[in-house]
């Protein structure tokens, strides 16, 4: 930051000094900086360069603190100075004010006076400061026990007193006297190693820190620092002319601080506080302040937010290049260099590749994808040398249409595809590199590409290379444990690189407009075609990627215990090849939209759903199973258990009375026989039977709570406004009931943590004692939800929309909700149902970030359709 400010014209220091004199000084400060804050942010309003307003406000600040530090006496061996970011000369409209007040020697007590009154009179004029008093010696002790503070130190200026004071305190923190350059560098790039992981170690969370997170401000000023201490210079101008910086490179730092200022800028004025994290609502506000506009096909804020994340990752991108370089020049400057070459191209030096010449990408442009193939098949190279990035940087233009029509180059990309190490990484270098998206331009469209909720974490390009990961994941002992079924089917997969091409084009489409998958198709078949892949290949990977969603949504939203929902779903999957692709391609997605996502009871779904298809596969088509005959062996089977137990089939279809056949088609035999005792054992008491514990046959997937009522009316509301006071959140409800309003209802619930709790004693019983009273005698208060919708929820709107259909098949109403998720919303649909007089016969709950998808089978009070 340039210290040399252009005069403050709006600002009459004469009038303010005259007004000093004649009045009490704290209005007159207080009334000066009120003035200027409305001067700075009405430019900032009007389109001024943010460069320009926080160095003019640090400007200004100057002479309101020399004003102030006027007003006591000081005497010599003291002096006041700016450290930190408003050292650098920027200031920001809610940053503190970092000030350090250096003493020639270690007692202060002589200054103590005047101290204390001039940070009481700062505080007075309502100034947010940060401060310090510290002798020279203390200056030394503490910057060479703490990094931060010698950090601070290097970026310092005097704003009243003793100048030579400041210039020996640089002289004393400086690299010969503590912190060498291999010990700070090292230092800094631990810190900012340890600050990466702090944010996920991602440019791209939800609500990024645009300060401190990858890419953000701070990456900029590591760079500042860590070069500066190597090269003893005072700007970032400088570094171009010791070949540290490009030209070119020095102009992208420039334009991407510029951008992050502008945002820090309003990201203060909309928070009115030294806000640092970009929120949900913050983004909507400061994409309508810069004049992103809401289209048909994206929303403003996504706009702005896809821009953001464009530039942290060219910021993230520069980072990468200069810490590496200063690596080379300072760490391994004396290190023993083992060299080998890879081919006439490439060489390693210190476990990294690099080109054998500055002319190798611009002689050889295919070189630009082989040496991702390389490094994909030598697990030996760590990664890239810097000035081999430098050069991938600077060639990258050459890759064109001339250039992705070239044989050789598509044979290496189908060949980098194939790489046996760490394939994933070398597609994210290709990307932060600019290179993935040059070579396949529909991807370069959706980098950085967000939707603005809670389901999808990460923008469409990271999601898109996470899913590739977690496959390649699949093959790691240690993942297979957590993902069996899917990571067996991988390892039996004959081109586990014809799933990659899939989902590296499942969401190429979107922010297009119009159906993202049957789009995403199209452009995977034309990069099919262009790579020369056979025609029943191209199909595969078109269907892929035009039914993505295909088994997520029939896992989750339709009832998979029905054969007949199996039959119509293996009729659209059609073969068994393409049900393993895409139950490993889907299971890659789930987890890579948002890990929090998958749960063991999502995943028993899913391999319900693909069990069942692949016996419907292997039976035939032609050959599909018979409701009735599924229902019958269902129920022998009961009967069989109930038998064992003491109870005969007269008492077991008595307690069953002429409850619908679809009691007997979703739950299991042993889990009938399990109620059918519980209700036996009850006698004739009204009270309702409530049985709870953990559903699953290797671990808990969910805790299954059924309940038996007679003659009470309303159980689905009341259970749900029950369960959702109880902080329970339901996934599943499957409803029966039998003509004389006996109910057979299991309920399938998580905890707030997405956990089953069927161990949990205490809590069983606090439930189990809960739904009895509720039941039993209901009120209205019971309704009444009293948890606050949590702040992510409360920033995201959205219209209700309901459809209605009928299901011929099962003579019922199908109702489908897509709302905003809250607190007790069941309870609240529950109730709308009672109101209507309306019977609910099942429930599937899909909870997707904000919004939830449910599904619900309706009946009138005659058990007929709507």
């Known amino acids: 930051m340039n210290r040399h400010v252009k005069p403050l014209l709006f600002f009459d220091e004469r009038r303010f000094r005259e007004d000093l004199n004649n009045c ?6 207080k009334n000066a900086i009120a003035a200027a804050n409305s001067h700075f942010n009405a430019r900032f309003h009007e389109g001024e360069q943010t460069a320009n307003l926080i160095a003019e406000r640090a400007g200004f600040m100057d002479l309101i603190l020399r004003h102030a530090w006027a007003q006591f006496d000081w005497g010599k061996n003291i002096c006041l100075i700016a450290v930190g970011g408003y050292g650098r000369g920027e200031l920001h409209p809610q940053s503190d004010i970092d000030l350090m007040l250096l003493i020639r020697r270690g007692n202060p007590r002589r200054h103590q006076r005047s101290i204390e009154g001039f940070l009481t009179f700062l505080w007075d004029i309502q100034l947010k400061i940060g401060h310090s008093v510290r002798s020279l010696s203390e200056c030394v002790a503490e910057a060479r026990f703490d990094i931060t503070i010698a950090t601070n130190l290097m970026e310092t200026r005097t704003i ?3 100048e030579k004071l400041r210039l020996a305190m640089v002289k004393k923190t400086g690299p010969k006297r503590i912190w060498p350059d291999k010990q700070f560098f090292r230092a800094k790039w631990d810190e900012q190693i340890e600050r990466h992981n702090k944010h996920g170690n991602t440019e791209y969370n939800l609500e990024p820190n645009i300060k401190e997170a990858p890419g953000g401000l701070r990456d900029i000023q590591m760079i500042n620092w860590v070069a500066k201490r190597h090269f003893n210079v005072e700007s970032l101008e400088e570094l171009v002319g010791r070949d540290f910086l490009t030209p070119e490179e020095y102009l992208q730092l420039k334009r991407g601080e510029a951008f992050l200022w502008k945002v820090r800028y309003g990201l203060h004025l909309i928070a009115e506080r030294p806000e640092e994290r970009l929120q949900f609502d913050y983004q909507r506000k400061l994409a309508a302040m810069f004049g992103y506009h809401d289209s048909e096909e994206r929303l403003g804020v996504e706009k702005f937010m896809q821009h953001y994340y464009q530039v942290v990752l060219s910021m993230r991108e520069l980072n990468d290049v200069m810490l590496q370089y200063l690596d080379e020049a300072i760490l391994r400057k004396d290190k023993a260099k083992n ?4 081919n006439d191209r490439f060489q390693v030096r210190d476990n990294h590749i690099e080109t054998l010449g500055e002319y190798i990408f611009a002689k050889y442009p ?9 490094l994909g098949e030598n697990d030996k190279i760590l990664g890239i040398r810097a000035a081999t990035i430098r050069q991938i940087r600077q060639h990258r233009k050459l890759i064109g249409d001339d250039f992705r029509n070239e044989p050789q180059n598509k044979a290496l990309f189908l060949r980098l595809l194939r790489c046996p190490h760490k394939m994933s990484t070398q597609l994210q270098r290709m990307t932060r590199y600019g290179i993935l998206g040059r070579y396949l331009p529909e991807f370069g469209q959706i980098i950085g590409q967000t939707q603005h909720d809670l389901f999808h974490r990460y923008p469409v390009d990271a999601h898109t290379l996470q899913l590739i990961k977690n496959m390649r994941l699949f093959d790691r002992p240690e993942v297979a444990e957590e993902f069996p079924v899917a990571a067996h089917i991988y390892k039996n997969l004959p081109k586990p690189e014809l799933g990659f091409i899939a989902g590296l084009y499942h969401d190429i489409a979107k922010g297009r407009g119009g159906d993202h998958s049957a789009l995403g198709a199209m452009d995977a078949a034309d990069f099919c075609r262009r790579h020369g892949l056979p025609s029943e290949e191209i199909k595969l990977i078109a269907w892929l990627v035009e039914h993505h969603l ?3 949504n029939a896992s989750q939203r339709t009832d998979i215990s029905d054969p007949d929902v199996i039959y119509k779903f293996a009729k659209l999957v059609g073969n068994q090849l393409q049900l393993d692709y895409l139950f490993v391609l889907t299971v890659a997605d789930i987890t890579a939209t948002n890990p929090t996502l998958w749960t063991a009871w999502k995943a028993a779904l899913m391999h319900q759903l693909y069990s069942e298809t692949k016996r419907a596969l292997q039976r035939g088509l032609e050959n599909p199973v018979d409701r009735s005959v599924w229902v019958d062996s269902n129920r022998l089977s009961a009967i069989n258990q109930l038998a064992e137990l003491g109870i005969d089939e007269e008492s077991a279809r008595a307690i069953w009375g002429n409850v619908d056949d679809e009691f007997f088609l979703r739950e299991r035999a042993d889990d009938i026989a399990t109620y059918t005792a519980a209700i036996a054992a009850q006698g004739d008491s009204s009270d309702p039977v409530i049985l709870i514990q953990d559903a699953g046959v290797e671990v808990p997937i969910a805790t299954q709570i059924f309940i038996h009522t007679k003659g009470i009316n309303n159980v689905f509301p009341t259970t749900a406004a029950t369960l959702d006071h109880l902080q329970l959140n339901i996934q599943d409800a499957r409803l029966h009931r039998d003509t004389e309003g006996h109910t057979f209802d299991t309920f399938y619930v998580l905890n707030e943590n997405n956990e089953p709790f069927g161990q949990k004693t205490d809590m069983l019983l606090k439930i189990q004692r809960t ?15 009293n948890r606050r919708t949590p702040r992510h929820l409360k920033h995201f709107t959205m219209r209700t929309i309901a459809s209605i259909s009928n299901d011929i098949g099962k003579s019922a109403t199908i109702l489908e909700v897509i709302t905003p998720d809250r607190p007790g919303l069941l309870a609240h649909l529950g109730r709308i149902f009672m109101q209507f007089r309306l019977r609910l ?12 998808e449910d599904v619900f089978s309706l009946v009138d009070m005659d058990y007929q359709p709507l």
């Open 24 to 29: 009490n000084p704290i209005p007159v400060f």
């Open 160 to 162: 009243a007193g003793d």
């Open 339 to 342: 060299v080998y070459a890879l």
């Open 366 to 374: 295919s070189a630009l994808l082989e040496i991702f193939c390389l």
């Open 550 to 552: 295909l088994m997520s």
């Open 771 to 785: 739904l009895s009273e509720t039941l039993k005698n209901p009120t209205p208060a019971m309704f009444n939800v």
């Open 841 to 852: 016969l099942s429930a599937k709950i899909a909870t997707l970030g904000e919004r939830v």
